[in-house]
């Protein structure tokens, strides 16, 4: 029986790095990146690099719940990046490189925000985290070379 695997999407800088955390996971059988989160149909990348269509560099995953959760993709989700951070991630500034969890459910949103707060009251991080927890709304996929470049590239393996 093929088994049932679950959504979700992150977003938390340049999506290249982020799909390889992700990528190598067990449990996640598929990741693509690409925009979601704006209000432009069908951006380009060139569309998202103006910081003018809304969108978010995001990273769109299908897992199996029985090998991985969902909690345990926030937790890498959180270890991937700076969620203290607004609008940029290290060098890439911009509106598309904010920190976001979207969401497909109820349950996932009650767990994002459960783990957010979590984060926040832990003291690993120093500052109110930034990360937005939005509802998923419809991905475009972003053009298919920067579909797993960091491994197309022999950058980043698992």
Known sequence: MPKKLE???FAAGCF???EE???CLK???ETEVGYMGGKTKNPT????????TGHAETVHIKFDPKEISYEQLLEDFWNSHDSTQLNRQGLDVGTQYRSIIFYYNEKQKKIAAGSKANLEKSGKIKGKVATEIIPATT???AEEHHQKYL???GLKTC
């Open 7 to 9: 959504h979700a999407a």
């Open 16 to 18: 290249w790095g982020v």
């Open 21 to 23: 955390t992700f990528r």
């Open 27 to 29: 449990g996640v059988k």
């Open 45 to 52: 990348y060139n569309d998202v690099c103006t910081d003018k």
């Open 139 to 141: 991905f475009w996929r």
């Open 151 to 153: 491994m197309k590239k």
